[in-house]
């Protein structure tokens, strides 16, 4: 497969963003422009197909290095053209890479792009030799020579190049039509429009041919006023010109080694005294590269471009370790488009009719966290509806923020302050494992908005601009999973449809047949009236099947006739709880499954809300009931809360009295709170309670 230069231009940009941590603009990218099978994966990858290794290698050794790719090829062409624009008696070692220069012991040229005049071109040759005679007639050097009018001397060597790549030259017949073609060549040489070296000889025409598509860096040598050194130099002369003889031509420019190359700052006189030997050390060097494979895209299968923000090492041995673990990694997960029988079978499980679309406060809400000091912890809910999402996700963020991932030295309520990235990590981790339950820890499938269609409705579907954009990736680990949600996670926690996308994650997970089979009645939908959450959505997330009932086991009823009625309950211990204010009015009953769990983290659900319910020590969840005092924490991310909400909760120490107290003021958190701790006093701490 051919590099495309559209992807290598899009991945140049995303290594730029990352590299200056724009992650919001990465994201909107992604949805404009989404990436693709072609996209390159890793910084080193990139630098090998834009040949930028050698400028990398010489930025890392500066003062200052520059951080991004783009700044570093900005930077090379910068000066470039500050070179070209340079005159011969600058001291700086390295010309700019268009110009073409020739050497001789005793005379020099202007360098090409400084005339553009044909009578200065005639003055340059002498009158009894034509231009070709000029170029291929042998010097004792091997380099070749041209006089200016004023005599001044300035050596320049022969960069061998031009568009089309190195050749060997040999004797070529002069005919009028040659030569009237190489002098208008040398004119545009001289202008500065053509780069690489005068050719002179057939063979170079026919290698033109073989070698088409090559490119070869020319490397510039100046030399100000001692010619009398190079002539002393003459056996470094000697081995460039076999250098140049013996195949010099075989270069290419992803493989040469100073197509890139340039001095280190030091003496002039000692650059040209090393300058010589260096070109036959670096030829023979080429010739190796040369031997080597080429890695191209063609070869590596990369899904996804992952551009981590890694600091630069020299230790390029465990870069490339990296690269290669990622892209390993990054190759068991597929991606499969959207098709509109998938989108009318979730439209039927979710809202009960391909017709029916997802209301405003789905599609707007995402898992944004609050940024009042003492609530950092905490997810936003904009309006009523995705609350039993919400609460979900914001149970499984307290159980990672809490009791996994976290210092030991963290005092309680320091881990409630978590930093943007430690929360972010919390987000990623807990939606990781709510999807992971859900494929019952064989595979996971993540729904993400892929900024385009994939498919025009028709028929019975009702488009709304949400299902048709969306791409499912289907992976068969949890690391795998967990790299994915690193990669797209700003789409769950400041995009819009964050809430949907989990939804449609969880379902796809657990497969649409599945969630069917779940329910005790197959038509049951997952989102509701007036666009809440039904218990089998709370309880895919919460547990990973979407039953409807939160009982501990199966339970079989007789429905008459001989006719038995199988109602799906919890199948064992969860990591977070429920807790249901129908209990308290003995419409439901809740198992020891859910009211029990192994960590003390409840979903509440009250008057047709869901919120969360939390204490700081797992120890609670082990101490006898009875004379037990412990304090737990209420969130509620719809209640406009802008303060921590902490409950003392003392067991054994409430004795109801209906001479004393109204039932109907007594809020009904604490009525939840004694569904699992009968009797238990409830201290809301000056707090006003939430009726």
């Given at each position: 497969m051919a590099v495309s230069i559209e992807e290598v231009s899009s991945s140049l940009v995303r290594e730029y963003l990352n590299r200056k941590g724009l992650k919001r603009t990465i994201a909107c990218m992604d949805e404009e422009h989404p990436r693709t099978e072609a996209s390159i994966n890793n910084r080193s990858l990139l630098r090998q197909i834009l040949n930028l290794e050698g400028l990398y290698r010489k930025n890392k050794v500066q003062s200052f290095p520059l951080k991004t790719l783009l700044e570093i090829i900005v930077k090379y062409h910068i000066n470039g053209h500050k070179n070209d624009k340079r005159t011969g008696n600058e001291s700086d070692p390295l010309h700019s890479p268009q110009s073409v220069c020739l050497i001789d012991d005793s005379t020099t040229a202007t360098p090409a792009g400084m005339t553009d005049s044909k009578s200065d071109q005639k003055d340059i040759y002498p009158s009894s030799l034509s231009e070709t005679d000029v170029l291929s007639s042998p010097s004792p050097t091997g380099f070749q020579a041209y006089e200016s009018d004023d005599k001044q001397i300035q050596p320049l060597l022969s960069s061998a190049q031009d568009n089309e790549g190195m050749m060997k030259r040999e004797p070529e017949k002069r005919t009028s039509t040659a030569e009237s073609t190489q002098r208008s060549r040398?004119?545009?040489?001289?202008?500065?429009?053509?780069?690489?070296?005068?050719a002179s000889t057939s063979q170079e025409l026919n290698n033109k041919r073989k070698n088409r598509g090559q490119e070869v860096p020319k490397l510039i040598l100046r030399k100000g006023e001692e010619s009398d050194h190079l002539r002393n130099r003459a056996a470094g002369k000697g081995l460039y010109k076999k250098g140049l003889e013996g195949g010099l031509s075989e270069i290419s420019p992803a493989d040469s080694v100073f197509g890139q190359q340039e001095f280190p700052s030091m003496p002039e006189s000692l650059q040209r005294e090393h300058s010589f030997e260096k070109l036959g050390e670096e030829i023979q060097m080429a010739r190796r590269v040369k031997s080597l494979p080429r890695t191209t895209v063609a070869n590596l299968d990369v899904p996804e471009m992952v551009l981590d923000d890694v600091d630069d090492d020299d230790n390029t041995q465990e870069l490339s370790k990296v690269s290669f673990q990622r892209a390993i990694t990054e190759h068991s997960s597929s991606s499969?488009?959207?098709?509109?029988?998938?989108?009318?079978?979730?439209?039927?499980?979710?809202?009960?009719?391909?017709?029916?679309?997802?209301n405003v406060e789905w599609r707007n809400q995402g898992f944004t966290f609050s940024e009042t000091?003492?609530?950092?912890?905490?997810?936003?809910?904009?309006?009523?509806?995705?609350?039993?999402?919400?609460?979900?996700?914001?149970?499984?963020?307290?159980?990672?923020?809490?009791?996994?991932?976290?210092?030991r030295s963290d005092a309680d309520l320091q881990k409630l302050r978590p930093s943007n990235t430690t929360r972010r990590k919390c987000l990623v981790s807990a939606v990781a494992e709510i999807l992971w339950r859900a494929g019952e820890e064989k595979q996971a499938k993540?729904?993400?908005?892929?900024?385009r269609n994939h498919f025009t409705p028709c028929g019975q579907y009702k488009s709304e601009g949400v299902l048709e954009k969306?791409?499912?990736?289907?992976?068969?680990?949890?690391?795998?999973?967990?790299?994915?949600?690193?990669?797209?996670?700003?789409?769950?926690?400041?995009?819009q449809l964050g809430c949907l996308l989990l939804t449609i994650s969880a379902v796809l997970t657990r497969s649409i047949e599945k969630v069917t089979e779940d329910m005790d009645v197959p038509t049951t939908t997952l989102i509701g009236a007036h666009g809440y959450c039904t218990q089998e959505l709370v309880n895919l997330l919460l547990c990973g099947r979407a039953v409807s009932n939160v009982f501990d086991n199966d339970m079989e009823?007789?429905?008459?006739?001989?006719?038995?009625?199988?109602?799906?309950?919890?199948?064992?211990?969860?990591?977070?709880?429920?807790?249901?204010?129908?209990?308290?009015?003995?419409?439901?009953?809740?198992?020891?499954?859910?009211?029990?769990?192994?960590?003390?983290?409840?979903?509440?659900?009250?008057?047709?809300?869901?919120?969360?319910?939390?204490?700081?020590?797992?120890?609670?969840?082990?101490?006898?009931?009875?004379?037990?005092?412990?304090?737990l924490y209420y969130y509620d991310g719809l209640a406009n809360q802008h303060e921590e909400i902490r409950l003392t909760v003392s067991v054994g120490n409430w004795v109801p009295s209906s001479q004393t107290v109204d039932t109907d003021l007594i809020p009904p958190m604490e009525l939840c709170i004694r569904t699992r701790w009968k009797d238990a006093f409830v201290n809301w701490n000056d707090t006003e309670p939430i009726l």
């Open positions: 040398n004119n545009r040489i001289r202008r500065g429009m053509m780069a690489g070296p005068v499969c488009p959207m098709d509109q029988h998938t989108a009318m079978e979730l439209k039927v499980v979710l809202l009960g009719s391909s017709r029916n679309c997802f000091h003492d609530l950092r912890y905490g997810i936003v809910q904009k309006k009523g509806g995705p609350c039993g999402v919400l609460a979900s996700v914001q149970a499984f963020v307290l159980k990672k923020l809490l009791f996994e991932n976290i210092k993540l729904a993400i908005n892929s900024g969306i791409t499912c990736f289907t992976v068969d680990n949890s690391k795998d999973l967990q790299l994915l949600l690193e990669q797209h996670i700003e789409q769950f926690e400041t995009g009823l007789d429905s008459g006739n001989g006719n038995m009625t199988l109602l799906k309950g919890i199948k064992d211990h969860c990591d977070v709880g429920l807790l249901s204010l129908f209990e308290h009015y003995n419409i439901l009953k809740v198992g020891a499954y859910l009211k029990t769990p192994l960590y003390p983290i409840w979903v509440v659900c009250s008057e047709s809300h869901f919120s969360v319910l939390f204490g700081l020590q797992r120890e609670l969840l082990t101490y006898q009931d009875k004379g037990l005092e412990f304090d």
